[in-house]
């Protein structure tokens, strides 16, 4: 089991950056496959990106692609959104997700486990 911890949320403008980091505990970080949702106020919940437990493989939405990079830190146990270009579009609470099972899973229903999540505003 693993427990995840986001942070790095904030307050930006439209065109900043930010930094989302997911803090794992626990066994078995880096068997995991790791991934990155986000939920805006009166959506669902939606797929933004997904890393393979290598890191060698990495797959976006197409809304985020081009502007979002995931990466993990497997010595630290800890997984990376970096985000650039943000839009007002981008604003809501953004989670990560652990998934114990194979590559190429992109549904909520799919993770294991999951952080509290940290909330991400992008003014215009």
């Known amino acids: 089991q693993v427990q995840l911890v986001e942070s790095g949320g904030g307050l930006v403008q439209a065109g900043d950056s930010l930094r989302l980091s997911c803090a794992a505990s626990g066994r078995g970080f880096s068997s995991y496959v790791m991934g990155w949702f986000r939920q805006a106020p009166g959506k669902e919940r939606e797929f933004v990106a997904t890393?393979?437990?290598?890191?060698?493989?990495?797959y976006y939405a197409d809304s985020v692609k081009g502007r979002f990079t995931i990466s993990r830190d497997n010595a630290a146990n800890t997984v990376y959104l970096q985000m650039n270009s943000l839009k007002p579009e981008d604003t809501a609470v953004y989670s990560c997700?652990?998934?114990?099972?194979?590559?190429?899973?992109?549904?909520?229903?799919?993770?294991?486990?999951w952080g509290q999540g940290t909330q991400v505003t992008v003014s215009s």
């Open positions: 997700a652990a998934d114990a099972g194979s590559w190429g899973r992109f549904k909520e229903y799919e993770y294991d486990y």
């Open positions: 890393i393979s437990p290598s890191g060698s493989m990495r």
